[in-house]
């Protein structure tokens, strides 16, 4: 394997798998529990992801890391998965992912801002912040979260029933 790590070698592997799939390969981690090992793969695409999706990426996933020995001989657990609400935004996939809705946005000079997501092309991000819209460029977000809302903008409009 050389000089890379083993995260570095499983990202390798994995990413032209998952993107044979339709996916976007967002993250992997590997964590002891107990005896065994969990290898978790993040997968993420435009739209979301579907069971369906997580199921046929898990069989490639496992056909490839079969092939490939790079979890060694010990037992070990497949995770396949979509990113929890609470991933930071870090790219500009993950912007346009959220579209519509709330986020916080930690600027690089530490300030922050909260506003909807109107819209996220490959430069940057446009907010709509207490009504105002709001443009942020990617090389001035550090990064950003989604808040969690307990009554979406769309079911604001009534409930008259």
């Known amino acids: 394997m050389g000089s890379a790590s083993p995260r570095d070698h499983l990202m390798k592997l994995l990413e032209p ?11 992997i981690t590997v964590t002891q529990a107990g005896r065994r090992r969990v290898l978790r793969v993040i997968v993420d695409r435009d739209g979301g992801v579907s069971l369906d999706d997580v199921a046929d990426v898990s069989q ?3 056909a490839a890391l079969d092939d490939d020995d790079a979890m060694g001989q010990a ?9 929890g609400v609470d ?14 809705r ?15 997501i109107t819209a996220a092309d490959d430069a940057g991000v446009d907010l709509d912040v207490e009504g105002a819209p709001r443009r942020l ?21 009534g409930d008259e029933g």
């Open 17 to 27: 798998v998952v993107s044979a799939e339709g996916l976007d390969l967002e993250d």
């Open 60 to 62: 490639a996933v496992s």
């Open 75 to 83: 037992a070990y657990t497949l995770e396949v998965s979509s990113p």
């Open 87 to 100: 991933r930071p935004l870090t790219e500009p996939r993950h912007w346009r992912r959220a579209a519509t």
């Open 102 to 116: 709330l986020v916080k946005a930690e600027l690089r000079d530490g300030s922050v801002v909260e506003g909807r």
């Open 137 to 157: 460029e990617y090389e001035d977000l550090a990064r950003g979260r989604v808040q969690v809302e307990f009554r979406r903008i769309d079911d604001v409009d």
